[in-house]
């Protein structure tokens, strides 16, 4: 009689799709926090990026015996800020994210963030001008950026020219309440 082997050697095609079917619904579960995470750290770098713009041009202002100025701007497209020397309104950036300025030498940095990236730069005041002496700022103000799922983080620039940062929601780690 001959023995027939019933040991088995592999999956069955039902196994593999009820595999299949199960790691879909984990992974669908599992792609909107990652894209939260993402958009979360989309929203920190841009934060960190402006704090370190801000002290920067309160920096240049000082070692250079010159006034600096950070300008905003909003667009549909995005937003956007210029760090330049020379006066207040002389450089703006167009809804393309481009700078446009009198004089393109006094331009020292500029930043877009297109809305492609689904964050806003906001600003109560259309810049700010960090004086040669002492760092001082004519007019104090703050700066938000705000993701779309309403997430914010805030910079208030005091008279003295100092930056500090907070979150008016108070659900952003590393950042105290406003």
């Not at 958009?39 to 240049?60: C, F, G, I, K, V």
């Not at 020379?86 to 393309?96: D, I, K, V, Y």
């Not at 806003?120 to 103000?141: C, D, I, K, P």
Request: proline letters at 3%; one cysteine or more; charged letters at 20%.
């Amino acid at each position: 009689m001959a023995s027939i082997n019933t040991q088995n050697r592999g999956y069955s095609l039902i196994e593999l799709c009820v595999c299949t079917a199960v790691s879909s619904v984990l992974l669908g579960l599992a792609l909107p926090s990652i894209e939260h995470i993402k958009q979360r750290q989309r929203l920190a770098a841009a934060a960190e990026t402006l704090m370190t713009d801000l002290q920067e041009a309160r920096s240049l202002a000082v070692s250079r015996a010159d006034s600096v100025q950070v300008r905003f701007n909003r667009h549909p497209n995005g937003s956007c800020y210029i760090v330049h020397t020379g006066s207040t309104g002389e450089c703006q950036c167009n809804a393309n994210g481009e700078t446009v300025c009198s004089n393109d030498d006094r331009v020292l940095k500029r930043t877009w963030i297109p809305s492609s990236q689904k964050l806003e730069l906001r600003s109560n005041v259309s810049s700010f001008s960090f004086q040669a002496r002492q760092g001082a700022v004519t007019s104090t103000g703050s700066i938000d950026i705000q993701s779309v799922d309403g997430e914010s983080i805030r910079h208030i620039v005091s008279i003295a020219g100092r930056v500090r940062t907070c979150s008016p929601s108070g659900g952003i780690r590393h950042y105290p309440r406003c």
